[in-house]
């Protein structure tokens, strides 16, 4: 038989089909009639929609037409959408239904970047289906400079909702080839219960309408029907290789004696639960297993949940190093992965840890009562480890007291240090990068409390205090001259200064010298350890971080103490102090120095206090044996005010609109970065979930919003200012200029006979 004349018969047949053709609608994003929805906190609750449990209105394809050419002038939350499927019952917003039960005579496209010309739409639309039966529509929020766009493409026969995901990729895949790149489809509609939204005027509106055309034939030899099939035997191939490497991958955890750990966590850890405590987004309210993670900027639910593990296309995911890589260059994992990874900044063994304390025993006793030989990598033994601990000499640090050390600054070689910072509470780092004060900050405190004078408007215990500055005493000794240079100072009896190199690696380095050397001085109630890196005599400060704690929990069990340590950043100024993510699980108070300002980031048991602004002031303290002035600095508190947080930009106060819009709606108390980009998109704009949550964490400096971890922000009570009191909108200029036109080859374009579904 023919084939033109098999071709020919098929469209009519789908013709006469299209006559009594509907398709499911509805109106506004909460028009939905499930049973069930998940709700913002990712628990299962009934739908109090009153048309729940009922089926959705349907609308015919001459009557989208007449919306296109004719459009409507509503609000969003009022807006009509459609589902391009035949199948319109109670259920059928949610993908896995229409997966299986759903019949879609159109391929939707919807372009919101590029501000593309409808013509240039049309033109690349021609190239990979032909001069087929279609329409195009510009979205309510599209301006003259921005142009967005929504179109379908009629199809002779529906393509199933078994294959339906499949086809729309390889529809889109083909769009963004002809066009060069320029037209970038939203992949979001690639999902069977995606919603369309109709047209709906706004300030801008364009369409066109090509009725008298015939539906798009999707033969077995149709290029987007290949291309199905080539990305599907791809996918599979991914899959099994990625199930292959995560069994290898569990073998090796079972090596190395964690294996038994992991194995309790996924045991009782489902992935789809996890995914939604770590701000994934399902790809339904009715769940399934396609997930698009925080990470992606793209509308594409790129992860995959097959139960024992997941698989991760998304190459955002890659850049963070979520999971692991296969073979095949995917990423993938199981449940623990995502704990630690998110929990846990990636860090396994940190990981492991923690769980294993957390299903045995308290985390803090665990330490107390562990061998600290498990915590470290064995050294060369010296002769002094080979002799009995009641034989070897008895050891103490080298102490000076203040005057001694603020005499001896004149005329001792000074020595730059890294710069560190202090505290309060039962174990507490001060971190920040170098040269941003830390150590003024932290040596003026200490004089403080060594003489029990208020800082910083608070009041303090006077206590014996002992600083170990791990890097010498040069550079040192002149701050501490130059305390005594303050207004009013006096010097203090129980400041003692110990310039010397200390191990708080080994189990046996110098702990027992710490603890004897403070005991010796008396009831010392703060002990500075300045640096962190210096104590950890050459280890490594993410895997040796272990040791660390648990030596430095044994010197505050011994003596008392209150012990702080002197840290530096990462690189990355927004993670945090720098190393293994157990020393912040450990520390009760984390202060970070920057900028001037003192911030407190973490609090185990107390109130989150006001900034502090602080400035560096130069003072002389002498002259050296060549009459030349010597010169240090002391920290000068902002009197005793705590400084004022600075106020919104002008984007920020738009971002916090958005954020009471979100929490206006039912269920609302904490929201998530990706929340805040989909709500942008919702209303036309374009914002990525990383963009959002750099805004989200600027709001959170100012104290405007409050970090509740893994992801989620809340409110901070008291602090958003009133609905209107945002100061502007984003100054950010737009793109004017439109893509050129393609100039796709005629060799591209297929025709076929006559037979429409817009009529």
Partial sequence: MDGNILCAMKQDQGAEAASSLSFCTGFGQADTHSQEIIGRDGQRKPNTHPLAGKDYRTITPK?????????????????????????????????????????????????DGGNLSMDDVDRALVAVCGDVNRAIYSTRSAQPDNRKWRAFVALSEPVSGADYSDTMKAFNDFLGEASGGHLVADGALCRPGQLVYLPNRGDFYEHRVERNKPPLVLSAGHPIIERRGRNRSERAEIERQAAEDQAAGKARIASDGAGGVVEAFNASHDIADLFLEFGYEPECEMGGFDWRSPYQSSGSFATRD??????????????????KETVSGVRSGDAFDLYAHFVHQGDFKAAVRAYAAEIGQDHATQREN??????FEPLPESEGDRLAPTDRPRRLLPVVNFEEAANAALTESARPLVKGFLDEGAFSVFYGPSNSGKTFVVLDLAYSISIGQDWGGMKTAKAPVLYIAAEGGGGIKKRIAALRQKPGAVVPKDFYLSAATIDLRRPEGDVTAVIETANSIGRVGLIVIDTLSRALAGGDETKDMGALVVNIDRIRQATGAHVLLVHHSGKDLTKGARGS?????????EINIESGVIRVTKQRDLEFGEDISFEIRGVPIGTDADDDVVTSATVLLQGTKRGKPRAPTAKEAEVLDVVRDILSEPGGSVFTARMVALRYKSEGEQMTPDTARKHLQSLTDKRLLRSEGRGRWALTPGKLPANGQKSGNSTSEKSTDAVPAYGFGAEQVELHSEGSVFQ
Avoid at 97 to 111: A, H, Y
Avoid at 306 to 323: M, T, V
Avoid at 583 to 589: S, V
């Fill in 581 to 589: 993510s157990e020393l912040r699980g450990a520390i009760d108070t």
């Fill in 306 to 323: 097959f139960g024992s593990h997941w698989i991760s296309l998304s190459g955002s995911d890659a850049e963070r190093g979520l999971g």
């Fill in 63 to 111: 009557e989208v037409v007449a919306l296109v050419e004719n459009p409507l002038c509503e609000d969003k939350s009022k807006a009509q959408w459609i589902i391009p499927s035949t199948y319109a019952g109670a259920d059928a917003r949610a993908h896995s239904v229409q997966r299986e039960r759903g019949e879609f005579w159109f391929l939707p496209l919807d372009v």
């Fill in 370 to 375: 562990m061998d600290p030989t498990k915590y």
